[in-house]
């Protein structure tokens, strides 16, 4: 019942993905998204409570909306949407969704107060962040696709889309990458990449997810990207072909 809950509303997300500004910025940051058969993208309308009367007008109650975590209770006692004004991702694991990842708007920072530049479902029966890994398309990865740890859902998306079916970004979802996500990886190539971004933490989280990665058995690669740039970056900047360079010439 809670995952086909979460599928209408990835639904009710999706029809609206141009009725706010998501759709222009995803045409440009990761072109090529509306026509992959491997990335499904929405918005969240900038109101109070679109989601809850959406859903709610379709017989899914105030618990139910609780208990997936579509809803938050508000200081006033009523239920207020979780989303708002923001692109929304959803997390999948076997074809059912278990929760969302949603990006604010690009030109808002911490300073404005509209939450995080990623806001992720809260913790639920379903999702629980520290054991999921975004992206992890199993259409692809067992026609051999080779899985490619970023940092961030646009990173992963942007990986994806380029490389068109060769290689799958996957991410943690808003902590660095934890023993459960590292055994989830190894189990998907005994040779992964690991592509973090090309800064100090990235470096850092890098070779923390080679530690994690060869206690279980892999022989992990570093793509190297040019400093102070990701994935999702590479691609905005300089096209597919520059991304699958990177991701053909690790170390």
Known sequence: RLTHINAMAMAFYAARVDTGWAGAYLDDRLPGWRTSPHVTAG??????????????????????LLETGLATLASTGGLIDRFRGRVI???THDHQILGFVA?????????????????NTAET??????????????????????PV???????????TLASQGRYVG????????????????ATLSTR?????????????AAERAFWLLTQHGTDPFAAQLPDGTDPASVLHAHGPDALIGLLEDPR
């Open 43 to 64: 918005y969240a309308p900038d109101g109070w409570t679109a989601l809850v009367d959406h859903l709610g007008g379709r017989g899914v109650t105030d618990d139910e």
């Open 89 to 91: 991702l959803p997390i």
């Open 192 to 204: 992964p990449i690991v592509a973090t971004d090309a800064d100090l933490p990235g470096r850092l």
């Open 103 to 119: 990006r604010r708007h690009p030109d808002l920072t911490d300073d404005d107060r509209r939450g995080p530049k990623y806001l």
């Open 125 to 146: 029966v379903l999702f629980h962040k520290g054991t999921q890994l975004y992206g992890a398309t199993p259409g692809l990865l067992d026609l051999g696709a080779v």
């Open 149 to 159: 740890l970023v940092e961030g859902p646009f990173d992963a998306v942007a990986v």
């Open 170 to 185: 996957v991410a943690p979802l808003g902590t660095a990458l934890t023993e459960e996500q590292a055994r989830q990886l």
